[in-house]
């Protein structure tokens, strides 16, 4: 098949059937009902703590060990022993900022991005403790919408500059939860460590946020050459899990332990999870991978993102088409206006102008429409939005519409519909 059975996707969700019009897809996924399935069978049948010898706590065990291979495959990671478990992105983030304070020097500079604070937010602290330096990478305006202000993204041609002799991390994102711009992250990598090299970095290390990318391309840290990645389970159909990506040499050479004295992880994850993660959670994970790769007659998840891509491009295009046709309504679209392989469904827009209107009232007018689900905000990429000029009021932000896989088309143009009926 060449195409994604939409029908055949939107049965492995359980909650589609209510008719409800999930269009905050970047907040969160819906839930697999397989997962749902391995989380209760979890707890109704090996509910017990791990590592003994009796046979129960064995089959948990084990369980676990799946969970660790299923983010692995994800992330295409060389080994369950690089994969780290956890509640969420921001706290995995801060656990390893914190493993990682001991190999940070007061001369070092840490460059991230004014996007997700998951990925600045850990760093700016480290640097205050450390007495580090951080600089930003800000995201510019895009040559193709030059009448646009608002359309801007992370360029490489900013980045560069900021790296110095002193560069001892980059932080950024394989995608913009706000502005759905996808990166080229093997790029951008390359020309890090090049231009490290260039200025004789004493130590250079990359971290990639990839929460916003993972539900709609495929990921891979060997090909990429970072040394950190994470991404959110519970944005890839999965339970309210993330995981973290930490490359082997990274593990024993950058981090020191955050367990308990006398365990001996230096080289295993349960170096940055105290207490370990809910394991429950890490064997729902489980049903994620045989899903995605369930979507392509291969069995690839290759093959299953590329089929995912391709529907979601005619989402994206159909939302684009309608936003950039409201221009003289004083619509601009927030990041990239045009379809394509770097840009995700993950649509923002204001309304400025003698007419504006603000986000948070173009949402209360889906609200009173009801059975669609949109929002409005900074979305946590605080400083992305307060930069944006003209300026915009950051607690109204922008208005947030993101589609995924089992989106339809037949939803964006009621989406659509709604926009046309507002905007008059």
Same mark, same amino acid.
């Given at each position: 098949?060449?195409?994604?059975?939409?029908?055949?996707?939107?049965?492995?969700?359980?909650?589609?059937?209510? !008719?409800?019009? &999930? $269009?905050?897809?970047?907040?969160?996924?819906?839930? @697999? =009902?397989?997962?749902?399935?391995?989380?209760?069978?979890?707890?109704?049948?090996?509910?017990?703590?791990? !590592?003994?010898? &009796? $046979?129960v706590s064995a089959?948990?065990?084990?369980? @676990? =060990?799946?969970?660790?291979?299923?983010?692995?495959?994800?992330?295409?990671?060389?080994?369950?022993?690089?994969?780290?478990?956890?509640?969420?992105s921001t706290m995995l983030v801060e656990n390893l900022s914190r493993a990682m304070e001991a190999d940070v020097l007061e001369t070092d500079e840490i460059i991230i991005t004014g996007e997700h604070e998951s990925n600045c937010g850990a760093w700016k602290r480290l640097c205050v403790r450390r007495g580090a330096s951080v600089k930003i990478?800000?995201?510019?305006?895009?040559?193709?919408?030059?009448?646009?202000?608002?359309?801007?993204?992370?360029?490489i041609d900013a980045l560069l500059p900021l790296i110095t002799g002193n560069t001892r991390l980059v932080a950024f994102p394989a995608c913009s939860n706000v502005l759905g711009s996808v990166a080229d992250v093997a790029g951008i990598v390359r020309a890090i460590r090049q231009r490290a090299a260039e200025v004789g970095a004493r130590k250079i290390e990359v971290i990639v946020d990839c929460v916003a990318y993972a539900p709609h391309r495929l990921m891979d840290v060997r090909a990429w050459d970072v040394d950190y990645c994470y991404f959110s389970m519970y944005k890839v159909y999965g339970p309210h899990a993330s995981a973290l990506y930490v490359r082997a040499p990274a593990m024993t050479g950058s981090?020191?332990?955050?367990?308990?004295?006398?365990?001996?992880?230096?080289?295993?994850?349960?170096?940055?999870?105290?207490g370990g993660p809910g394991y429950e959670l890490v064997y729902g994970c489980t049903a994620v991978p045989p899903y995605l790769r369930g979507l392509a007659a291969s069995?690839?998840?290759?093959?299953?993102?590329?089929?995912?891509?391709?529907?979601?491009?005619?989402?994206?295009?159909?939302?684009?088409?309608?936003?950039?046709?409201?221009?003289?309504?004083?619509?601009?679209?927030?990041?990239?206006?045009?379809?394509?392989?770097?840009?995700?469904?993950?649509?923002?827009?204001?309304?400025?102008?003698?007419?504006a209107m603000r986000s948070e009232d173009m949402v209360a007018a889906f609200d009173a429409k009801g059975g669609v689900g949109i929002r409005y905000g900074h979305f946590y990429a605080y400083t992305l939005v307060d930069s944006l000029e003209p300026k915009l009021d950051v607690d109204d932000g922008v208005v947030r519409i993101s589609f995924v896989h089992y989106s339809t088309v037949e939803e964006v143009m009621r989406v659509i519909h709604i926009l046309e009926e507002v905007l008059v």
């Open positions: 098949m060449t195409t994604l059975d939409i029908a055949r996707v939107r049965s492995s969700f359980p909650a589609l059937a209510s !008719g409800f019009l &999930y $269009a905050d897809n970047a907040g969160g996924s819906q839930c @697999l =009902a397989d997962t749902v399935a391995r989380i209760s069978d979890y707890l109704l049948n090996t509910n017990t703590q791990p !590592g003994a010898d &009796y $046979a089959k948990t065990t084990a369980r @676990l =060990a799946e969970g660790a291979e299923a983010a692995r495959e994800l992330f295409n990671a060389a080994s369950v022993n690089e994969v780290v478990y956890g509640s969420c990478w800000p995201a510019t305006q895009l040559s193709a919408s030059p009448n646009n202000t608002y359309a801007v993204g992370l360029q981090l020191t332990s955050l367990a308990h004295h006398f365990l001996k992880v230096d080289m295993k994850p349960y170096k940055l999870q105290p069995g690839t998840l290759a093959d299953a993102f590329a089929l995912i891509a391709t529907h979601e491009q005619k989402l994206v295009g159909l939302m684009l088409d309608c936003l950039r046709s409201k221009h003289a309504r004083g619509v601009r679209i927030v990041g990239d206006e045009f379809a394509g392989p770097s840009r995700v469904p993950t649509i923002s827009f204001v309304v400025v102008g003698e007419r």
